[in-house]
């Protein structure tokens, strides 16, 4: 393990990178969901400020040890996953840990949400979590597909030489398993919680399901979380499918920092995608989302997937 | 509690309890400045009022251009708002309600009848004055208030937030033993009822 | 005392331990006691023989019955990592027994069977030869029976499934060893092992056929699993955690012994592989990845938390398979270091249910709840146990199902890492289930004085829970063992550090992961405790739209009954358990051939004096039209 400078100061950024960039794309997301309901919206800032009240409040209740331990839980989860996304084509810890630890490091940080929730003894929160899970083996199938097709064609499991080897013009993953993409994307939907899967926090059906008994500091680790975990998963997105961001040579700090800006407004583009979406949209019944999932963008990962592996096979 | 029982707190001369303000360091100010820009609402819309909220969050008015919008809990919620008349049976709701939200929390109370009973002032069912079950921040006038009524009481919570003026919460924890036996004039509690006294911490 | 130069005297020490414990079963105390000493000082051998290095691969010990036949036994590194798990796991069960046992009524020898399993067990991975191997199998297997009657309905049938597949375990490992004999006269491992290199590619694949059926039948391994939930559901508690996390895996080492050593990777690769996966290889793969799916979904619709288990252990050791049947290092190194974990994590789950049961006496979810309030560490225990099992990071079960999709990767199988995947989507959902059903949600009245499980339950599931917190920091050291145990078959480990594993498409390092999450938590608990802590409230204070809870409320507000129902309506009739009617088709054809017999030798005598005059009238018949006698 050796460790240069700049992976040092990546290390203590990333996670306040992650956090300012989240609640920014919540922000702007709040802002650009108002235009399209042909609203003013809140301002761009109104997560910080929603955070800050949350952390602000004189008092908050909690029913178990438990429950602190889920809003724990769920912060610890999300910080030690984004250390392991390269960004800006910096592999921050990505290296020593590869694609395949990233999906369970993923998994943390809702698996100790949902153990807090549980803790609270209230029915909806366990409704909640029991859809938040389902939803996880539905889009869990076509994810996966993307992933190991990914990492068949790049012939690594590591993320940071995935990004690495998309460096240079038109060589973005999108362009060469432009199936699996539409599938990843298809997933992302579910895997940010945005209509038509946001089942799991059906404010109007189970009261906001996992959050219904967090308040105050409770709700603002859960509100880091979500902000944190949408930089996460969009990135992994980036990453993936759109060259990691990297335009420009990231030898210099210059180059990194450019690098750093270019990835987050392609994570925000991807996130906006998928806000779009939320907007006109219902909700789907539980079984439809696994109809859903388990349909096309199995298949389209399916075909991807299978692509990659004949063409290693050198059959093509 | 019996009639005789001191009530504690400190009342005004129309016998409504009052409390002084709070002292507030900087981060306290704060706080108070970023829970004003950030109202989360409670709304509860038993009577006719809840008709004014949706030409207030949707495109014609857009609550959330203050960061202001609804909730789905009380844990979440700031702001406890009582759309309209309050029956008998609907007080002990209110109360479990209030009581689970946490501090610092305000009550607003929308439309003539949370004041006086407006046009139900005669009715035997319902409640005439919110105020005598929880603490009331800031009442709406008005049958129906508009939402530009509803929007000028947002700016003046805000105003009162900002300042450490809104201070019914605590007012609710110093004179619980009035608003308690005003409560239980009206309901009883259960042997489930499970919540606990609140006291000022 | 040295394992090598006498294997037997790791047979003594249990074998007097079980006899003690069988004859002295009246007086618990005694036998729990005696079989406590003995297989903790087994443990101790065992394990100061391999901290030691003492073990040499080659050297047979003989034990001779007649003139040629004999009993040979033996230790090398692979069998040792086998041994290992499970004559450690034995004295932790053994305390952990101790306080449940304590109490249920005697009306068996509690004890002496486990003991006499453990013999059996024992001796399984010991074993040189095919005839010592299926005599110490049968000594591993039947005492077991007689602990499956846990009074609890249904509990017959379960009996009656595991004598079946029992049956066919046992007649799978005799047709190996007729195969052997048949070809080579002998029945060494050496033996089968020239009869694999001699033999044709029948005698092969019927080696394969056999070897599934003798050893998946015992690893639970589909369509052979359909005992195990039925067993695991309904065996004393106690017990349970050492049949799922040590007896499970003799089977494992069965068929790690049919697939590596006597048919090897020169003679499945002969068969012709693509990026070095043999047809073979990838029908044992394939198979077990199924078997993975189907163990997790059907975990994940259970409502009784030991069958939950049960299908969850089918489900995990459905991964085994695949790393089996993949082959290469890094994969049969996944293999390998996932039967430790799994060995690990499987019993401090079965503990952890056990003391729930212990204390509450249920064992259905929905019936359960709350005990994080009376039973914490307990709970730690167990939520540690699930977190390996989901292979959550900071536990080691990461390590051993990351080595495991690696190697399916490096050979390029694009179609196991999906399934397997969604296996472990449905392992994480079982695990929550598990978690909200018995230890989440309202704590009901009648368990509200509940006390925390006894020290003595308490003592083996904390060692076990360290052990997987350590190891996940230091995933290299198993490997420092399994290494070894891959060499005595032929293999090469991947390579490894202490702190890091490596495989040919990337890497893990389990120091800088848990860093990595110390450092999330050290963030977390600053956020967290800037703010004063929050105040604790009553459980039945939740958001109920207002409305005073309802009488009841804790039984009410209790989500555990179907707990994944959209999903069960979508998927049960895909998994309508048509395993579980094929074998009842195969039960009722042979119960029916059993039938006819049984039609003619139903103990009439007239019946049988025509049937020895039909007989005698036959053969004159046939002597007479061949023989020319007449």
């Known amino acids: 393990m050796t460790f240069s400078t700049t992976s040092w100061v990546m290390i203590f950024l990333t996670p306040i990178l992650a956090f300012i960039l989240g609640h920014l794309f919540l922000g702007i997301s709040r802002k650009f969901t108002a235009r399209i309901h042909r609203r003013v919206g809140p301002p761009v800032m109104q997560q910080f400020i929603d955070v800050m009240k949350l952390f602000g409040k004189r008092e908050s209740t909690t029913h178990s040890w438990v429950q602190d331990m889920g809003a724990l839980f769920a912060v610890i989860g999300v910080i030690a996953s984004i250390l392991f996304i390269p960004i800006g084509g910096e592999a921050v810890l990505s290296f020593q840990g590869d694609l395949i630890v990233l999906a369970y490091l993923l998994v943390i940080a809702p698996l100790g949400m949902a153990l807090g929730t549980g803790a609270t003894g209230n029915p909806n929160s366990a409704i909640g979590v029991s859809r938040g899970l389902m939803l996880m083996m539905a889009y869990e199938l076509p994810f996966a597909m993307v992933l ?18 998309q460096k240079g013009a038109f060589n973005w993953a999108i362009l060469a398993l432009p199936l699996s993409a539409i599938a990843a994307d298809l997933s992302l939907q579910a895997m940010l919680g945005e209509k038509p899967f946001d089942q799991p926090v059906a404010p109007s059906e189970i009261a906001s399901g996992p959050m219904v008994e967090f308040g105050g500091k409770y709700l603002g680790m859960l509100m880091v979380w979500h902000a944190m975990s949408i930089v996460v998963e969009a990135g992994l997105f980036v990453d993936l499918f759109l060259g990691g961001g990297v335009i420009f040579p990231g030898d210099s700090v210059l180059g990194l920092i450019g690098n750093i800006i270019v990835w987050a407004i392609l994570a925000l583009m991807m996130w906006l995608i998928s806000v779009s979406i939320n907007t006109v949209f219902g909700r789907f019944k539980m079984g439809q989302s696994l109809k859903f999932y388990w349909g096309v963008p199995t298949l389209l990962a399916l075909l991807s997937l299978s692509y990659v592996v004949i063409s290693n096979l050198g059959v093509i | 509690m019996s009639e005789d029982e001191p009530t ?175 409560q239980d004039n009206v309901f009883k509690r259960g042997p489930d009822w499970a919540l606990e006294e609140p006291e000022l911490r | 005392m040295n394992l090598i130069n006498e294997p037997a005297t790791l047979l003594i020490i249990l074998g007097t331990g079980a006899g003690t414990a069988l004859l002295l079963w009246k007086v618990r105390w005694m036998a729990a006691l005696m079989s406590i000493i003995s297989s903790a000082i087994a443990a101790g051998v065992v394990i100061h023989t391999g901290l030691l290095g003492k073990i040499a691969s080659n050297e047979i010990w003989e034990f001779e019955i007649f003139n040629d036949l004999s009993l040979t036994l033996g230790t090398n590194w692979f069998s040792y990592l086998f041994l290992a798990s499970i004559a450690v796991l034995a004295p932790l069960v053994l305390i952990y027994s101790w306080e449940p046992m304590r109490t249920r009524q005697k009306d068996r020898p509690f004890y002496g069977l486990f003991m006499i399993s453990l013999v059996g067990a024992v001796g399984v991975t010991m074993a040189r030869d095919l005839l010592t191997l299926f005599l110490f199998w049968e000594l591993m297997t039947w005492p077991v029976i007689l602990l499956i009657g846990d ?88 017990f349970t955690a050492f049949f799922s996390g040590g007896l499970s895996k003799t089977g494992i080492y069965g068929a790690f012994l049919v697939v590596d050593v006597f048919i090897g990777t020169t003679i499945l690769i002969s068969y012709g592989s693509v990026n070095g996966l043999t047809p073979i290889g990838f029908f044992i793969a394939i198979t077990g990845a199924i078997t993975a799916l189907i163990g997790g979904i059907m975990a994940m619709m259970q409502d009784d938390a030991k069958k939950l288990l049960a299908y969850s252990s089918i489900s995990q050791l459905g991964y085994i398979f695949v790393g089996l049947g993949v082959g290469g290092s890094t994969a049969t190194a996944g293999a390998l270091y996932h039967v430790l974990n799994h060995t690990a994590f499987k019993a401090v789950l079965f503990m952890g249910l056990g003391a729930v049961i212990y204390r509450t006496g249920e064992y259905r979810l929905s019936k359960l709840g709350g005990m994080i309030h009376v039973m914490p560490l307990t709970f730690w225990c ?235 009238v036959l053969v004159g018949m046939v002597l007479y039209r061949y023989g020319g006698w007449f």
């Open chain 1, 148 to 165: 190991v097709a990914v990492m068949l064609y790049y012939d690594t499991a590591s993320l940071g030489d995935i990004v690495a080897a």
């Open chain 3, 151 to 238: 009074g609890r309905p249904r509990s017959g049938k379960a009996m009656k499934l595991y004598f079946g597949f029992g049956m066919l375990s046992a007649s799978g490992i005799l047709g190996i060893l007729s195969i052997v004999s048949w070809s080579e006269g002998g029945v060494a491992y050496t033996d089968a092992v020239n009869a694999m290199a001699d033999g044709s590619t029948g005698i092969r694949i019927a080696m394969v056929l056999l070897g599934a059926m003798a050893f998946g039948t015992k690893a639970a391994l589909a369509p052979f699993h359909i005992w195990a939930p039925a067993a695991y559901g309904h065996t004393e508690d106690p």
């Open chain 2, 8 to 182: 504690g707190g400190l009342l005004d001369q129309d016998g409504r309890p009052i409390t002084n303000l709070p002292e507030r360091g900087f981060v306290r100010k704060v706080a108070d400045w970023a829970s004003a820009r950030s109202m989360w609402l409670l709304w509860y819309c038993t009577g006719c009022g809840a008709v004014e909220l949706p030409p207030s969050f949707t495109s014609r008015y857009d609550m959330e251009r203050y960061g202001i919008g609804p909730m789905a809990t009380p844990r979440q919620a700031d702001i406890f708002l009582i759309t309209g008349y309050l029956s008998v049976k609907t007080v002990k709701r209110i109360v479990r309600s209030y009581e689970q939200m946490q501090d610092p929390k305000y009550v607003l109370g929308h439309g003539s009848c949370t004041i006086d009973g407006g046009m139900y002032w005669d009715s035997y069912a319902t409640v005439k004055d919110v105020g005598l079950y929880i603490p009331v921040d800031l009442y709406i006038a008005g049958c129906m208030p508009r939402p530009e009524a509803i929007f000028q009481t947002f700016e003046k919570l805000q105003d009162m937030i900002i300042k450490g003026e809104a201070v019914g919460w605590k007012k609710y924890k110093d004179n619980y033993s009035w608003y308690r036996k005003n």
């Open chain 3, 382 to 616: 167990f939520l540690v146990g699930i977190f390996a099992a989901a292979a959550i990071p900071i536990t080691s079960g990461l390590a051993s199902k990351w080595l495991i999709y690696e190697g399916a990767l490096e050979k390029g199988v694009g179609i196991l890492v999906p399934i397997l995947f969604l296996a472990s989507a449905a392992a994480f959902l079982y695990s929550f289930r598990i978690l909200q059903g018995g230890f989440m949600g309202q704590l009901r009245d009648e368990f509200k004085d509940i006390k925390e499980a006894p020290i003595t339950m308490l003592i083996p599931m904390i060692i076990i829970m360290i052990a997987l917190i350590v190891v996940a920091f230091i995933p290299g050291l198993p490997m420092e063992l399994i290494s070894r145990a891959m060499a005595d078959i032929g293999m090469e480990a991947p390579e490894y550090s202490l702190i890091s594993l490596e495989s040919g498409v990337g890497s893990y390092s389990g120091l800088v992961v848990m860093l990595a999450v110390v450092a999330g938590f050290i963030t977390a608990v600053l956020m967290f405790f800037s703010r004063p802590l929050g105040r604790h409230i009553d459980l039945r204070d939740t958001f109920t739209a207002g409305e005073e809870p309802i009488p009841n409320m804790d039984k009410r507000y209790h989500y555990a009954w179907k707990f994944y129902a959209p999903y069960e309506r979508f998927l049960r009739p895909y998994f309508n358990n048509w395993i579980g009617k094929g074998w009842a088709k195969v039960y009722k054809v042979s119960s029916q051939v059993a039938r006819l017999h049984r039609s003619v030798m139903n103990g009439d005598m007239t019946g049988y004096i025509w049937l020895i005059f039909g007989a005698m």
